[in-house]
């Protein structure tokens, strides 16, 4: 299917998602929704208990899907919470999975009109997936799918995270 619609902008940074000014950002979640720990408890602690009461009404989300709910106290209007793979050496569908999280969190920002979307490293933090090519398929992801949105930022927590995506996007 071809489009006329541009790829977003993409900006890396380092630091911590629940303070990006951005209008959606993107929770690697588990399939409960209900919360957990690294950057979904993070997600979380600073969205306030509204967000897993709002979570316990969306019945979870598989792997590779995605699901967007309200900011609540986030400076970010929503959080698109999709579900990464388990990392098992990689036959087992994850490179497809993890490059769905991404077309599917896009489509869900693109769907409440957000034009600017933080995403952090999906399923590299519990889930194991390698750095490397996580970062490779986020890249190329966002890169080839068709979207409204205007701006991605990748969001990395630690400097290993961010030479990964700057071997992908080159020296600005
Ligand atoms: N901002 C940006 N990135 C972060 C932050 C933060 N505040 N905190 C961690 N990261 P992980 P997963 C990075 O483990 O691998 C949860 O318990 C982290 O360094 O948060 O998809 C869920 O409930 C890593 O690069 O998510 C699931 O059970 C990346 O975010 C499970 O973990 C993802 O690490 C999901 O595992």
Request: with cysteine; charged share 20%.
């Given at each position: 299917m071809s489009s006329d619609r541009p790829s977003p902008r993409l900006e890396l940074t380092v630091g911590d998602i629940t303070t990006e000014q951005v209008d959606a950002i993107v929770n690697a979640a588990n399939e409960t929704l209900l919360g957990g720990g690294g950057v979904d408890g993070a997600i979380h602690r600073a969205a306030g208990p509204e967000l897993?009461?709002?979570?316990?009404?969306l019945g979870g989300c598989p792997t590779g899907q995605a699901?967007?709910?309200?900011g609540f106290r986030l400076a970010a209007r929503w959080?698109?919470?999709t579900v990464g793979p388990i990392w098992h050496g990689g036959d087992r569908q994850e490179p497809a999975l993890l490059a769905a999280c991404y077309r599917e969190s896009l489509a869900r920002a693109g769907e409440v009109g957000a034009r600017s979307v933080a995403f952090p490293a999906i399923s590299t933090g519990v889930y194991g997936y390698p750095i490397a090519p996580a970062a490779q398929i986020a890249v190329e992801t966002?890169?080839?799918t068709?979207?409204?949105v205007e701006l991605v930022r990748f969001v990395c927590f630690?400097?290993?995270?961010f030479d990964a995506y700057?071997?992908?996007l080159g020296p600005a």
């Open positions: 897993v009461a709002h979570c316990r009404t699901k967007v709910t309200p959080v698109i919470h966002v890169r080839s068709p979207t409204t630690n400097d290993e995270a700057l071997g992908m």
